[in-house]
């Protein structure tokens, strides 16, 4: 097979869906992964040249039943991202350590465990990875000790494997989406969020999955070729101005 095959996580909806669309209209072919069995169903079958992996990234074995999957519908793996996440908000004196390790299973644990896993197939295909974080794995953010903290071990982890992976010309880079406006975000955020948030992004705006995942497809690419072990924020300038108090900057 010479057809480039990737694998993506949380691919059922928003911005890993994006991110397979994308790839799809690059010629890819693609394995969905997701533990949402009906909705990762859904979708696949309303797209050709893809594999439903219902998985779970967290769970060893899980992982490598997707690695194995993907190697005997693919023959390669091209391309790997890791988006996948758990997202967990409240205060640090009512964050239980269950909920802490639930964040991190799948959001620390499941990037770690997929990349090691897919590393052999990498080799040969001299392929690429890019892992998602957020903006809240760069500076901290009230309600986001669990979440946060994950981001930026990602964000760690993504050096580590940019720096010992570099011999074998696989390439490791970070994407820190910014507020994304989602099916999910716009049923739980207020009026006053949203104006909060245009009023401390320089843009004054929301990004789009697909904004997200048109920086995703790109490191995956030839063009980003000399690129790796870097952290690119896709926020609109969100982290660029701090905490974003409009009043500093005017």
Not at 103 to 130: C, H, R, W, Y
Not at 149 to 163: F, G, M, N, P, R
Not at 197 to 224: M, Q, T, W
Request: aromatic share 6%; with cysteine; charged share 20%.
């Amino acid at each position: 097979m010479t057809q480039k095959v990737a694998i993506v996580t949380g691919a059922a909806r928003g911005i890993g869906l994006s991110t397979t669309d994308i790839l799809l209209a690059e010629g890819y072919r693609v394995a969905m992964v997701d533990r949402d069995g009906d909705e990762l169903t859904q979708v696949a079958a309303a797209r050709e040249n893809v594999l439903a992996v219902i998985r779970d990234v967290s769970i060893p074995s899980e992982v490598e039943a997707i690695i194995a999957e993907t190697m005997a519908w693919g023959e390669r793996i091209d391309a790997l991202v890791n988006n996948a996440g758990v997202a967990d908000f409240g205060p640090i004196e009512e964050t239980t350590f269950e909920r802490w390790r639930r964040v991190m299973d799948t959001n620390v644990d499941g990037v770690f465990l997929m990349s090691q896993a897919a590393i052999p197939a990498l080799k040969e295909t001299q392929g690429a990875i890019v892992n998602i974080a957020s903006i809240s794995g760069l500076r901290a953010s009230t309600l986001r000790v669990a979440y946060g903290t994950s981001k930026a071990a990602v964000i760690q982890l993504t050096k580590q494997q940019a720096a010992e992976l570099g011999e074998y010309n696989i390439r490791a880079n970070c994407v820190c989406p910014g507020p994304v406006k989602t099916k999910l975000s716009i049923a739980v955020h207020s009026q006053d969020i949203i104006n909060a948030y245009h009023d401390s992004i320089p843009l004054n705006r929301y990004g789009s999955e697909r904004e997200i995942a048109d920086v995703i497809v790109f490191l995956l690419s030839e063009k980003a070729s000399y690129v790796t072990g870097q952290i690119i924020a896709s926020d609109g300038g969100f982290d660029s101005t701090g905490v974003g108090l409009p009043a500093l900057r005017k």
